[in-house]
Protein backbone atom coordinates (compact mmCIF):
# COMPACT_ATOMS: atom_id res chain seq x y z
CA UNK A 1 0.00 0.00 0.00
CA UNK A 2 1.41 3.83 -0.93
CA UNK A 3 3.00 5.83 1.73
CA UNK A 4 1.10 7.93 4.48
CA UNK A 5 0.93 9.83 7.72
CA UNK A 6 -1.08 9.33 10.51
CA UNK A 7 -3.34 11.28 12.37
CA UNK A 8 -4.45 13.72 15.27
CA UNK A 9 -6.26 13.28 18.69
CA UNK A 10 -7.62 10.76 21.15
CA UNK A 11 -6.29 7.04 19.67
CA UNK A 12 -8.84 5.33 21.43
CA UNK A 13 -11.43 7.86 19.98
CA UNK A 14 -13.94 7.48 17.33
CA UNK A 15 -15.01 10.94 15.84
CA UNK A 16 -15.50 13.91 17.85
CA UNK A 17 -19.39 13.68 18.03
CA UNK A 18 -21.99 11.47 18.55
CA UNK A 19 -20.26 9.59 21.02
CA UNK A 20 -19.17 10.24 24.58
CA UNK A 21 -15.73 11.70 25.53
CA UNK A 22 -15.64 9.91 29.11
CA UNK A 23 -16.02 6.66 26.72
CA UNK A 24 -11.72 6.07 25.87
CA UNK A 25 -13.37 4.62 22.56
CA UNK A 26 -14.75 7.64 21.54
CA UNK A 27 -14.08 11.63 20.71
CA UNK A 28 -11.11 12.47 17.89
CA UNK A 29 -9.29 15.69 18.01
CA UNK A 30 -10.65 15.57 22.10
CA UNK A 31 -6.77 16.21 22.96
CA UNK A 32 -4.12 14.68 24.43
CA UNK A 33 -4.20 11.45 27.08
CA UNK A 34 -1.28 9.51 29.37
CA UNK A 35 -2.81 6.46 28.79
CA UNK A 36 -0.14 4.93 26.41
CA UNK A 37 -3.21 3.74 24.10
CA UNK A 38 -4.06 7.27 23.83
CA UNK A 39 -3.01 10.06 21.91
CA UNK A 40 -1.95 13.35 21.09
CA UNK A 41 1.70 12.63 20.33
CA UNK A 42 3.19 9.76 18.87
CA UNK A 43 5.48 7.44 20.93
CA UNK A 44 8.57 8.70 20.03
CA UNK A 45 6.88 12.41 21.41
CA UNK A 46 6.35 14.31 18.21
CA UNK A 47 3.23 15.21 16.34
CA UNK A 48 2.92 12.91 13.25
CA UNK A 49 0.44 14.80 10.85
CA UNK A 50 -2.05 13.18 8.37
CA UNK A 51 -1.77 14.09 4.55
CA UNK A 52 0.71 17.15 5.32
CA UNK A 53 -2.60 18.74 6.82
CA UNK A 54 -3.27 19.65 10.41
CA UNK A 55 -5.79 21.14 12.25
CA UNK A 56 -8.40 18.89 10.53
CA UNK A 57 -11.54 18.23 12.31
CA UNK A 58 -12.94 14.06 11.52
CA UNK A 59 -17.18 13.96 10.37
CA UNK A 60 -19.26 13.63 13.89
CA UNK A 61 -19.92 9.88 14.14
CA UNK A 62 -23.61 11.18 13.71
CA UNK A 63 -22.83 12.14 10.14
CA UNK A 64 -20.33 9.89 9.29
CA UNK A 65 -21.95 7.15 7.53
CA UNK A 66 -23.51 9.76 4.78
CA UNK A 67 -20.51 11.52 4.78
CA UNK A 68 -18.66 8.45 3.50
CA UNK A 69 -21.23 7.29 0.99
CA UNK A 70 -21.12 10.71 -0.69
CA UNK A 71 -17.27 10.45 -0.21
CA UNK A 72 -17.43 6.81 -2.09
CA UNK A 73 -20.37 8.24 -4.25
CA UNK A 74 -17.65 11.52 -5.65
CA UNK A 75 -14.59 8.83 -6.04
CA UNK A 76 -16.09 6.30 -8.38
CA UNK A 77 -12.97 5.74 -10.49
CA UNK A 78 -10.18 3.48 -11.14
CA UNK A 79 -13.12 0.50 -10.59
CA UNK A 80 -13.79 2.17 -6.90
CA UNK A 81 -10.17 2.08 -6.07
CA UNK A 82 -10.02 5.82 -6.13
CA UNK A 83 -12.56 6.01 -2.50
CA UNK A 84 -9.89 3.99 -0.94
CA UNK A 85 -8.16 7.09 1.39
CA UNK A 86 -5.34 4.44 2.71
CA UNK A 87 -4.21 4.00 -1.04
CA UNK A 88 -3.63 7.44 -1.61
CA UNK A 89 0.05 9.41 -1.87
CA UNK A 90 0.79 12.20 1.10
CA UNK A 91 0.03 14.50 -1.96
CA UNK A 92 -2.95 12.84 -3.21
CA UNK A 93 -4.34 13.53 0.74
CA UNK A 94 -3.55 16.74 0.74
CA UNK A 95 -5.22 17.92 -1.98
CA UNK A 96 -8.15 16.29 -0.48
CA UNK A 97 -9.73 18.01 2.29
CA UNK A 98 -12.92 15.44 2.47
CA UNK A 99 -10.19 12.62 3.08
CA UNK A 100 -8.07 14.43 5.50
CA UNK A 101 -11.51 14.86 7.58
CA UNK A 102 -11.79 10.70 7.51
CA UNK A 103 -8.24 10.18 8.20
CA UNK A 104 -8.44 12.43 10.92
CA UNK A 105 -10.94 9.96 12.63
CA UNK A 106 -8.01 8.18 14.32
CA UNK A 107 -4.98 8.90 16.55
CA UNK A 108 -1.61 9.10 15.58
CA UNK A 109 0.41 6.59 14.38
CA UNK A 110 -2.97 4.88 13.29
CA UNK A 111 -4.79 5.07 10.40
CA UNK A 112 -8.69 4.63 9.54
CA UNK A 113 -10.01 1.61 8.15
CA UNK A 114 -13.73 2.45 6.77
CA UNK A 115 -15.08 -0.83 5.42
CA UNK A 116 -17.43 1.51 2.85
CA UNK A 117 -14.29 2.29 0.93
CA UNK A 118 -11.37 -0.57 2.25
CA UNK A 119 -9.63 -2.54 -0.52
CA UNK A 120 -7.28 -5.66 0.45
CA UNK A 121 -4.81 -5.73 -2.59
CA UNK A 122 -2.54 -8.68 -3.86
CA UNK A 123 -4.12 -11.35 -5.94
CA UNK A 124 -8.06 -10.64 -6.84
CA UNK A 125 -8.02 -7.30 -5.51
CA UNK A 126 -11.85 -6.55 -4.03
CA UNK A 127 -13.44 -4.18 -2.00
CA UNK A 128 -14.13 -4.75 1.83
CA UNK A 129 -16.76 -7.89 2.25
CA UNK A 130 -20.47 -6.39 3.50
CA UNK A 131 -19.34 -3.63 4.84
CA UNK A 132 -23.20 -2.82 5.59
CA UNK A 133 -22.62 -5.66 8.68
CA UNK A 134 -19.44 -4.01 10.21
CA UNK A 135 -18.94 -0.69 12.10
CA UNK A 136 -18.54 2.32 10.03
CA UNK A 137 -14.69 2.42 10.69
CA UNK A 138 -11.85 0.69 12.86
CA UNK A 139 -8.75 2.35 14.04
CA UNK A 140 -4.96 0.04 12.99
CA UNK A 141 -2.11 1.52 14.66
CA UNK A 142 0.36 1.36 12.39
CA UNK A 143 4.37 0.67 12.28
CA UNK A 144 6.75 3.09 14.25
CA UNK A 145 10.11 3.10 14.15
CA UNK A 146 10.28 2.12 18.14
CA UNK A 147 7.83 -0.32 19.59
CA UNK A 148 5.06 1.27 21.68
CA UNK A 149 2.36 0.29 24.41
CA UNK A 150 0.28 -0.14 20.83
CA UNK A 151 2.42 -1.49 17.85
CA UNK A 152 5.39 -3.60 17.92
CA UNK A 153 7.73 -5.46 16.15
CA UNK A 154 9.51 -8.77 17.31
CA UNK A 155 12.64 -9.00 14.81
CA UNK A 156 13.74 -12.54 15.59
CA UNK A 157 9.89 -13.84 15.18
CA UNK A 158 9.66 -11.51 12.10
CA UNK A 159 5.85 -10.99 14.22
CA UNK A 160 4.07 -7.63 14.47
CA UNK A 161 1.24 -7.15 17.33
CA UNK A 162 -1.02 -4.28 16.91
CA UNK A 163 -3.93 -2.14 18.43
CA UNK A 164 -6.93 -1.81 17.09
CA UNK A 165 -10.65 -0.37 17.97
CA UNK A 166 -13.68 0.57 17.22
CA UNK A 167 -14.28 3.95 15.85
CA UNK A 168 -18.07 5.92 16.63
CA UNK A 169 -18.31 2.65 18.81
CA UNK A 170 -22.05 4.00 19.14
CA UNK A 171 -23.02 2.96 15.47
CA UNK A 172 -21.35 -0.30 15.29
CA UNK A 173 -23.74 -2.79 14.68
CA UNK A 174 -22.01 -5.39 17.51
CA UNK A 175 -22.10 -2.77 20.05
CA UNK A 176 -23.97 -5.30 22.49
CA UNK A 177 -21.71 -7.39 22.10
CA UNK A 178 -18.43 -8.10 24.83
CA UNK A 179 -14.74 -8.36 24.09
CA UNK A 180 -13.80 -9.46 20.40
CA UNK A 181 -17.16 -10.19 19.40
CA UNK A 182 -17.31 -5.86 19.14
CA UNK A 183 -15.79 -6.96 15.72
CA UNK A 184 -15.90 -10.33 15.12
CA UNK A 185 -19.58 -10.97 15.14
CA UNK A 186 -19.60 -8.18 12.67
CA UNK A 187 -16.97 -8.36 10.20
CA UNK A 188 -18.83 -9.23 7.09
CA UNK A 189 -16.48 -11.61 5.97
CA UNK A 190 -13.26 -13.22 7.74
CA UNK A 191 -11.03 -12.21 4.44
CA UNK A 192 -11.82 -8.62 5.93
CA UNK A 193 -9.43 -9.53 8.57
CA UNK A 194 -6.65 -9.49 5.88
CA UNK A 195 -7.26 -5.35 5.06
CA UNK A 196 -6.68 -4.89 9.14
CA UNK A 197 -3.27 -7.12 8.73
CA UNK A 198 -2.40 -5.16 6.30
CA UNK A 199 -2.89 -2.09 7.87
CA UNK A 200 -0.67 -2.93 10.76
CA UNK A 201 2.13 -3.13 8.61
CA UNK A 202 1.16 -0.69 6.60
CA UNK A 203 3.99 0.25 3.30
CA UNK A 204 5.27 -3.00 4.75
CA UNK A 205 6.73 -0.30 7.56
CA UNK A 206 9.06 0.99 4.81
CA UNK A 207 8.41 4.38 5.98
CA UNK A 208 9.85 3.47 9.07
CA UNK A 209 12.81 1.79 8.02
CA UNK A 210 11.29 -1.61 8.39
CA UNK A 211 10.89 -4.37 6.28
CA UNK A 212 7.21 -6.57 7.03
CA UNK A 213 6.32 -8.19 3.57
CA UNK A 214 6.58 -11.63 5.28
CA UNK A 215 5.79 -10.81 8.91
CA UNK A 216 3.02 -12.66 11.01
CA UNK A 217 0.59 -10.30 12.69
CA UNK A 218 -1.56 -10.65 16.08
CA UNK A 219 -4.31 -7.74 16.05
CA UNK A 220 -5.37 -7.10 19.88
CA UNK A 221 -8.73 -5.03 20.40
CA UNK A 222 -8.76 -2.34 22.60
CA UNK A 223 -12.19 -1.91 24.44
CA UNK A 224 -13.91 0.66 25.72
CA UNK A 225 -12.35 0.21 29.17
CA UNK A 226 -8.82 0.57 27.80
CA UNK A 227 -8.46 -3.57 28.43
CA UNK A 228 -7.21 -5.50 25.24
CA UNK A 229 -8.54 -8.80 23.94
CA UNK A 230 -7.46 -10.89 20.82
CA UNK A 231 -8.93 -10.20 18.08
CA UNK A 232 -7.29 -12.12 15.17
CA UNK A 233 -3.97 -14.06 14.72
CA UNK A 234 -2.43 -13.95 10.88
CA UNK A 235 0.47 -16.51 10.77
Known amino acids: MPDGGAATANPSAGANAGAATANPSAGANAGAATDPSAGGASP ?3 ALPIGGASGVEPP ?32 ELA ?51 ASSGNWTYD ?6 TADVYVACPDRNPCASETGAKLVTDCIGDSTNFEIL ?23 MLILPDQSKVLLHDDI
Request: charged share 15%; proline share 7%.
Open 60 to 91: PCSELSSFVAAYKANHPGNGGKDWDINAKSPA
Open 95 to 145: ADPDAQRLMALCGDSQRPVIPMLAWEYGGADHAWIKPEQSALAYCVYTPVA
Open 44 to 46: SGG
Open 155 to 160: AIQDHV
Open 197 to 219: VDTASYSDGADVGLRLSNASTTL
